[in-house]
């Protein structure tokens, strides 16, 4: 059974919480998700250009990356309740906003803002589960709410495709719209608050007074810190095939393979399945074997997954075969991720919301960096240069990920087990 180190709040409280979370970062991405079928579309209506479609992501998670260094620190002052309540109707802001916009500008600012959502996610909320329960717990729980968050991308392109044969794209906002807001009422109802709060393990998690000069020293600290950097460059470079293809899959299968919107659907359910396996895997594995033996478990399916989207898909240009390697990677991703987030969090000796908020924007830093680069480079002309492309990103993750299983073996509790 999953132990929760909160003396004053009832189990089914927490789990109304979790499941909040997980809805609310599932609708975060869906922002993206549910709507790429129909990016080539709203890009041209507002008068831009297929390029706009990957730049709307870079957007998005820019957006992503901004908000977390000061949500973060807030957090870690005043609590994590009030940020996390005010960023939900923040997006649920901006989604209204979204149905009514008239040029493609306009639609960029606003996917800035809506990638906010996920910035207050991984500063307040994924530190608010890392503080509620043990660390394997934790471990677990953060894959089970990934789980949730997985049907963005993994039945989000397909839904989206469906909804656009009944409504338009502006529809499909108000109706995110809606949904977040009651959302936001969810978290008001069930979000405990965790930051001054007594442990019933006897740990407490102080508030740190906001200060910029000791909020620059806490960034300075962990910018400094070695193997903090190392997990936030691993869950960036690892990313970075799986947003790649997200950002560039409408382009390489619709726009340049004339693929339908069913089509593009079909092959982002494979995938995403595999992302989804994963974590479910992990969730299992986690009762089972040690962190360390998971995730070199997780570092082959990486390694096995990219080679053979790489060695197929340079024999045979068939997206067939990409897609198969990209799915055995998703599934190395799912279980490595999860592990090293958590760990890496563990250096900040407390600061939480800030530690979660610089691993969140070195991830989208690197993401966005990448993106850019693999764009320029020409990652969307066709399959066999975008995997080439992001084999080097996989590259640099594993290696990486080695030296981490090498000179940091991952270490859990004894009170996990």
């Known amino acids: ?21 997980a809805l609310y970062e599932l609708i975060a991405y869906a922002a993206s998700d549910v709507i790429m079928p129909s990016m080539l579309r709203i890009a041209d209506q507002l008068g831009g250009s297929p390029f706009d479609v990957s730049l709307s992501l870079n957007f998005y998670l820019l957006g992503g990356a ?36 008239g040029s493609i500008n306009m639609f960029m600012i606003l996917r800035f803002i809506q990638g906010m959502g996920i910035g207050f996610i991984i500063a307040v909320g994924l530190p608010t589960i890392q503080e509620i329960f043990t660390e394997k717990d934790a471990v677990r729980v953060l894959a089970a709410v990934s789980n ?57 998690v102080p508030r740190t007074p906001f200060s910029v000069r000791q ?64 974590n479910i895997a992990l969730s299992i594995l986690c009762k089972r074997f040690s962190l360390t033996t998971i995730l070199s478990g997780g570092v082959m399916a990486i390694t096995g997954g990219i080679g053979i989207a790489l060695l197929s898909t340079l024999h045979t240009e068939a997206i067939a075969v990409l897609v198969s390697g990209l799915s055995i990677y998703a599934a190395g991703f799912g279980i490595c991720s ?39 480079l020409g990652a969307g002309d066709n399959l066999k240069h975008f995997i080439m492309l992001v084999s080097i990103a ?10 981490l299983l090498v000179t940091s073996p991952v270490t859990t509790a004894e009170s996990a087990s």
């Open 1 to 21: 059974m999953i132990k929760i180190f909160l003396l004053s709040f009832s189990r089914f409280r927490i789990y109304i919480f979790c499941i909040s979370l």
């Open 66 to 101: 901004v908000i977390p260094l000061i949500v973060g620190s807030l957090s870690d002052c005043y609590g994590r309740r009030k940020p996390l309540i005010a960023g939900c109707l923040l997006s649920a802001l901006a989604f209204l906003i979204t149905a009514f916009v």
């Open 148 to 204: 949730v968050a997985i049907l963005s991308p993994l039945c989000g392109p397909f839904i989206g495709s469906v909804l656009l044969s009944y409504i338009d794209w502006r529809e499909i906002f108000l109706v995110m719209a809606a949904i977040t807001f009651l959302l936001s009422i969810g978290l008001w109802l069930s979000m405990p608050e965790t930051v001054n709060i007594q442990r019933e393990d006897g740990r407490f």
């Open 215 to 278: 909020i620059a020293l806490d960034y300075k600290a962990l910018l400094g810190n070695s193997r903090f950097l190392r997990g936030g460059a691993i869950l960036g470079f690892v990313g970075i095939p799986l947003i790649s293809w997200i950002a560039l899959s409408p382009v390489l299968l619709m726009h340049n393979l004339g693929r339908s919107n069913f089509e593009y659907s079909l092959w982002q359910l494979a995938v995403f399945g595999g992302l989804l396996v994963g």
């Open 338 to 376: 999860a592990i090293v987030y958590q760990q890496t969090l563990a250096l900040s000796r407390g600061a939480n919301g800030k530690a979660s908020a610089l691993l969140g924007v070195l991830n989208v830093a690197i993401y966005a960096i990448g993106g850019v680069f693999l764009t320029v």
């Open 394 to 403: 996989a590259v640099i993750a594993v290696t990486l990920l080695f030296s």
